[in-house]
Each structure stands twice: as C-alpha cells, then as structure tokens.
Nanobody, 126 residues
Framework: EVQLVESGGGLVQAGGSLRLSCAGS????????IGWFRQAPGKEREGVSC???????VYTESVKGRFTISRDNAKNTVYLQMNSLKPEDTAIYYC????????????????????WGQGAQVTVSS
C-alpha cells in the first residue's frame, strides 16, 4: 500500500522557519517525483514545489528564494524547508507522488499525482 506521511507542521511567527517532511512507503521511492501542495482556508489547492527523482526542482513564484525542496532517497523522504514565512503561507500542506517516466520529470499539475498524504497544518502568525 502506497503511503505518504507529512510531519513538521506547526505554528510560527512571521519571518520564522519550518521544515516539513514527507515519508513514503509501499512504493519504489526513486521512481517517483514528489510534490508539495497547499490549501488555504477558502482557497483552492495550489502547487508549491516539486522535485524529480534525480533532483530537478521547480517552485511556484510566491515561494522562490524562501522555500527549498530536497530529497533523501535512502530515507524515502522529501523535505520542504520554509524560511521567511509569511501569514499568507498559512495552509494545510500536502505531499504527493507522481510516477516518473523519466528521471527529470517534475510535474506541477495536481492531476499528474497518484497518491497523497493526509496533510500538515502550517500556521504563520503576524
């Protein structure tokens, strides 16, 4: 059974940092791109970042320079380091896995992702 489990969410003041982790199991982690998405109250879920199986990264414009995605295939884990957090970053953050036909595959469309975690709440106070 494919499982993705997020951890590391919490409450932080504006300007602070958090690191989210996404631990995968039940599939060959190296064969998948992993994405982070978020959904704020009253808003649609949006893509935040994605990392291909060989480490190619993409970011949505609003987090460039502040968030860093990385992966440790030996630990079946992807991380999202979030610095200089803003109140508008408040959301439930989800990680998701997309099977990668090629190593540099890093999709941004939610429809390309097969499996999703349960989400982690991130709250940034002003």
């Amino acid at each position: 059974e494919v499982q993705l489990v997020e951890s590391g969410g919490g409450l932080v003041q504006a300007g602070g940092s958090l690191r989210l982790s996404c631990a995968g199991s039940g599939f060959t982690f190296n064969d998948y791109a992993i994405g982070w998405f978020r959904q704020a109250p009253g808003k649609e879920r949006e893509g935040v970042s994605c990392i291909s199986s060989d480490g190619i990264t993409v970011y949505t414009e609003s987090v460039k320079g502040r968030f860093t995605i990385s992966r440790d295939n030996a630990k079946n884990t992807v991380y999202l380091q979030m610095n200089s957090l803003k109140p508008e970053d408040t959301a439930i953050y989800y990680c998701a896995a997309a099977w990668a036909p090629i190593n540099d595959y890093a999709p941004t469309d939610q429809r390309d992702f097969d499996s999703w975690g349960q989400g982690a709440q991130v709250t940034v106070s002003s």
